[in-house]
């Protein structure tokens, strides 16, 4: 059974519908490629895509372990490579301003971004620049 269902919609957009929840995700392509750049383009989905599984990932871990990770946030850089035209590197920074102050959880958590399914899925190719700063 289907998980996502997208449409092509015109002018280098497309709509992508999640089928459990009806949620929609629009892209268009970039400015320097094309397009209006008035959404995510769908390399920016990837790289955003990595953040959100590595706190998600940590997110699970810290919950069995009785913790949320209520604060954290992080940002995400894309840098695109030409010939051919890919991501070349994510570089994702965490901030969190009062961690948990178990050392050894602290260091679960990061393991657990580092091996999250988006992390393993992408290429060796992409460079994941990730910097904790906690």
């Not at 990595?50 to 992080?74: D, K, P, Y």
């Not at 994510?90 to 999250?116: G, M, S, V, Y």
Request: charged fraction near 25%.
């Amino acid at each position: 059974m289907p998980t996502i269902k997208s449409t092509y919609l015109e002018n280098l957009r497309t709509s992508s519908q999640h089928l459990q929840s009806g949620k929609e995700i629009i892209t268009d392509a970039p400015v320097d490629n094309k397009g209006k750049g008035e959404a995510f383009s769908p390399t920016d989905l990837v790289a955003s895509a990595l953040g959100s599984c590595m706190v998600t990932i940590m997110g699970i871990v810290a919950h069995r372990e009785g913790h949320e990770l209520t604060g954290l946030n992080w940002e995400v850089t894309k840098v695109m490579d030409s010939n051919p035209r890919k991501i070349k590197e994510i570089i994702i920074d965490f901030n969190w301003e009062h961690p948990l102050e178990d050392p050894k959880l602290l260091q679960k958590l990061k393991n657990a971004a580092r091996t999250c399914p988006v992390a393993l899925s992408l290429s060796d190719e992409v460079v994941q620049s990730v910097t904790f700063n906690f």
